[in-house]
């Protein structure tokens, strides 16, 4: 017998393949491992309003940056009389041209209002008066163009007034329709991490924020496109009141508008309707707790008033409520 430990080499050679073999027969030490958090299991209610909302949320966004609010169709009168015309496509943003381009109303207003200046002021002028004498001598007045005639000036400034209106509710309408498709998201996704709380406190705010949100995000979804097709309808009549001014139809981006409403007023009305059902059921079980704390210590069919039962020492026979060591009363 030799005394070198077990692991010592027979011979200087085998000494790194017996190091090598002794750190691989080393039992590895296991550490815990963290198990993953199991999910709760989402209610047929929380995906009903995943989904409204983001169905909601892509009709509502879509809509707002698309330019077919409103469309005009050929006009059969003015192709007619040799002048081609285009159909018009109207957004929130955006409008089409005669050449199916699409400029932002912006560019349009002052554009139009820039004419409207030059119109207003040609017309008022010395200059004026002598190009209307020349084009009278020609024989003919509407090469002197617009400036020429007052009701194509008065039209033109009635264009700008009502452009500079048109493009300040298309605005408003703009900033409903992205706050009502951002609350839908955030809806969503809040409904997607929700997770059930300890505290009673906190799942009730939980269900609240979300169906305060949403019922939110559904008014101003609701609200854009209210506002557009009256101050839009408003526009167009108002044009075509002394000049010919195609009336524009409502068309899909208006119709997706509106559905992505009624998407988003549903799943406020499954977040509303949730919640109520949160607190319906609180106050039963409260009610339950109140009830049991009640009648505690009472056997079943005492009434709870009475004394309860089984309390002090048994009366004495034939002298009632007197226990044993205790005086009589004097007897008179």
């Known amino acids: 017998k030799t005394s070198r430990p077990w692991w010592w080499p027979a011979s200087p050679g085998d000494s790194v393949t017996v190091f090598i073999t002794h750190i691989l027969q080393m039992p590895k030490k296991e550490g815990k491992k963290s198990q993953p958090k199991e999910k709760t299991p989402r209610t047929p ?37 040799g002048r081609a015309w285009q159909e018009r496509h109207y957004g929130l943003l955006s409008v089409s041209s005669s050449s199916s381009a699409l400029v932002s109303w912006d560019k349009v207003e002052q554009g139009v209002c820039l004419k409207a200046k030059v119109y207003a002021g040609a017309s008022n002028g010395v200059q004026s008066q002598a190009r209307m004498a020349a084009g009278a001598l020609a024989g003919s007045a509407s090469s002197l163009g617009c400036a020429a005639w007052p009701a194509c000036v008065q039209h033109t400034q009635l264009r700008c007034e009502k452009y500079k209106a048109h493009v300040l509710w298309n605005q408003v309408v703009a900033a409903l329709m992205s706050l009502g498709a951002a609350a839908a998201l955030l809806a969503a996704a809040l409904v997607y991490t929700e997770e059930e709380a300890k505290k009673v406190e906190d799942q009730e705010q939980q269900l609240k924020r979300t169906s305060v949100g949403l019922a939110g995000g559904a008014a101003c979804a609701a609200l854009g496109p209210t506002v557009y097709a009256v101050q839009s309808d408003m526009m167009l009549k108002a044009l075509a009141a002394n000049a010919h001014y195609p009336y524009a139809q409502l068309n899909i981006s208006f119709y997706a508008a509106v559905v992505g409403a009624i998407g988003l007023s ?7 309707q949730r919640f109520w059902a949160f607190q319906k059921s609180q106050e039963e079980q409260q009610w339950e707790d109140a009830s049991l704390v009640a009648n505690a210590g009472f056997s079943a069919g005492e009434p709870a008033w009475g004394p309860p039962p089984l309390m002090g020492p048994p009366p004495i026979p034939g002298v009632a409520g007197f226990g044993p060591g205790m005086p009589m009363p004097p007897q008179q």
């Not at 209610?45 to 809509?63: D, E, N, S």
């Not at 549903?266 to 509303?272: E, P, S, V, W, Y």
């Open 45 to 81: 209610t929380q995906k009903r309003i995943m989904y409204c909302c983001l169905f909601g949320a892509v009709c509502v966004g879509g809509a707002a940056f698309t330019a077919k609010w409103r469309t005009t169709e050929v006009d059969p009168v003015i192709n007619q009389s």
């Open 266 to 272: 549903l799943a406020a009305a499954f977040a509303t």
